[in-house]
Structures are given as structure tokens and as C-alpha cells.
């Protein structure tokens, strides 16, 4: 049976290479997996293919939107450690949807019946956007999981999302697995948030150099680690994320917190706290 995630966040927060590795690390424990980017952007795999791979809406824009047409080849390209990548794809800047395009990728991958040939399906989600097709990984998933850092913008976002899987758990199997901390030396605003909202922690990545280097070279840290053995015990954390996922556990529907509430914890908790300083943003990839 398919174990399906929907990795969710704010922009910028390192999603896209949580993911890889998190894929990664299914597929060093034996398992298929497919990851699916849903981002105009289109660069949620890169760090496993070291390209930007051609996406669905590019593909469809060929056969003339002929959906008949297309075969799980022309729509899904093979990665690091086995690692099998698609790309939603958008449409132009300001002409369209992305969130359809989201809706109709999921559409056309269940009629190919790839969803039949995988262990493991994750979903790469645009960063905190969860409402129309963005949500649609929801309506799939067994587990979500939220990738945040140690900050107020972050932690804001996570609970919006929260909110939308307490929402989507109403009528779909749905559970929150837990939050991923990204690339923090601290963990203190993020133990005040799920004081309020009890949630599981699945790990705490630290203040790791390579992990935001491994994205501008288009690699994944396990890649990284075959030439630099040091790196192998930040592999380590993934591993560990990815134990936990295969060992299905119970998850939780999260209750999550009021904005106005959750506000004024948070930002109590900098003006009265130690206020732990803001983390760099993933750099985004310049697209020519």
C-alpha cells in the first residue's frame, strides 16, 4: 500500500531540500519513491535530478493538452538513489492558476496509474498555500509534515497549516506527522508554539552550512556525503525522519491557535524572551 506525504511550510524555509533528502533516505531504506514538485517555480526536485526538469504543463502544451497522449515517461524522470521526480509546472506570471495546475498534475498521474507503483509518494507543496489546488495533496495524503525554523514568519505559517489539516481531516484519513525544524541553532519559539498547540517534533535539523550549500550545487547531502564522509551524520537526521514516517505513526489532527492568540504568544515570547535571531532564507534559484 502507497504512503503518501504533503510537505508543507513557508516560502523559503527549505522545503524543497527537506524533501529531496527526506525522499533520499525512503529510497536508502528500500523503498520507491516518487516525489512530485508543486510549485510554478518548478525547482522542487533539483537537488535530486541537478536540472529542471521539463514539467506537466510543459508536456501537456506539447501533446495539445491531449491528455491521452502523455505516458508516465514523458512526465516522470529518475533522480539520485532511484529517487523518480515530477514537476507540476504553472502557468505565466499573472495568466492563470498554479494551484490548478496542482489539482490537474494529481489528475493525470492517477489516470497513468503511477500512484499504483510507488511505496512512497511525496508532495512538495508551494510554501504556505493552502487553500484551491494547493490543498488537493491533502485530499491524498496519510501524513502531512511542516517544515519550519525558530522564527515568529515560520511558526505563523505552521499554524495556518495546521489549521488546513485539522480542516481536511474531517473528511479525508488525514494526520499531521509532525514539524521538521530547518537549519536552527535554537528550538526555544518553537517548543513555546507547541506548548499551546501539542504536536509532535519529528527532528530539529541545526544551523548546517552544507544543507543550504547542497541546494545551489543541485545536490542532495547524501550525494554530498559520498565525496565528504563528514557530511554523513547530517544524513543522519533525515534517516531518522524517514524511520519514523515508515513506522506509520498515529499522528495527530492539530487543533492549532487563533491568529490574534497566537500572536500575542509568539510575540510576547520575543519582547519578554530571549529572542533568537533570523534564520537566512533558502536562496531561490534564478530562472532565465
Not at 535530486?48 to 505516458?71: A, N, R, S
Not at 511505496?119 to 504556505?128: A, E
Not at 530547518?182 to 499551546?196: G, P, Q, V, W
Request: charged content about 25%; hydrophobic content about 40%.
Amino acid at each position: 500500500m502507497t504512503l503518501t506525504l504533503a510537505v508543507y511550510g513557508k516560502g523559503g524555509i527549505g522545503k524543497s531540500t527537506t524533501s529531496c533528502n527526506i525522499s533520499t533516505a525512503l529510497a536508502k531504506r528500500g523503498k520507491k519513491v516518487l516525489q512530485i514538485g508543486c510549485d510554478p517555480k518548478h525547482d522542487s526536485t533539483f537537488t535530486l535530478t541537478g536540472f529542471l526538469i521539463p514539467t506537466i504543463i510543459d508536456t501537456l502544451q506539447e501533446k495539445d493538452f491531449h491528455y491521452e497522449d502523455v505516458w508516465p515517461e514523458d512526465v516522470i524522470y529518475k533522480g539520485y538513489a532511484g529517487v523518480d521526480c515530477v514537476e507540476a509546472g504553472g502557468p505565466p506570471a499573472g495568466a492563470g492558476c498554479g494551484g490548478y495546475v496542482v489539482g490537474e498534475t494529481v489528475k493525470l498521474l492517477k489516470e497513468l496509474n503511477a500512484f499504483d507503483e510507488y511505496d512512497v509518494i511525496l508532495f512538495d507543496v508551494l510554501g504556505d498555500v493552502v487553500c484551491g489546488g494547493f490543498a488537493a495533496p491533502l485530499n491524498y495524503a496519510d501524513y502531512c509534515l511542516i517544515v519550519t525554523d525558530n522564527g515568529f514568519d515560520a511558526l505563523f505559517a505552521a499554524n495556518r497549516i495546521a489549521a488546513s489539516v485539522r480542516e481536511k481531516a474531517r473528511t479525508h484519513p488525514l494526520r499531521l506527522a509532525g514539524l521538521i525544524g530547518n537549519r536552527t541553532s535554537k528550538r526555544d519559539l518553537i517548543d513555546k508554539y507547541i506548548e499551546a498547540v501539542p504536536m509532535p517534533v519529528l527532528e530539529i535539523l541545526p544551523l548546517i552550512e552544507d544543507i543550504r550549500v547542497s541546494r545551489v550545487k543541485g545536490k542532495t547531502l547524501f550525494e554530498m556525503a559520498e565525496t565528504d564522509p563528514y557530511l554523513s551524520y547530517v544524513c543522519d537526521y533525515y534517516l531518522n525522519i524517514a524511520d519514523q514516517i515508515l513506522a506509520q505513526p498515529e499522528g495527530v489532527v492539530p487543533k492549532d491557535a487563533q491568529d490574534r492568540d497566537l500572536f500575542s504568544l509568539l510575540s510576547d515570547f520575543y519582547l519578554n524572551g530571549d529572542q533568537p535571531k533570523a534564520p537566512v532564507a533558502e536562496p531561490e534559484l534564478m530562472m532565465v
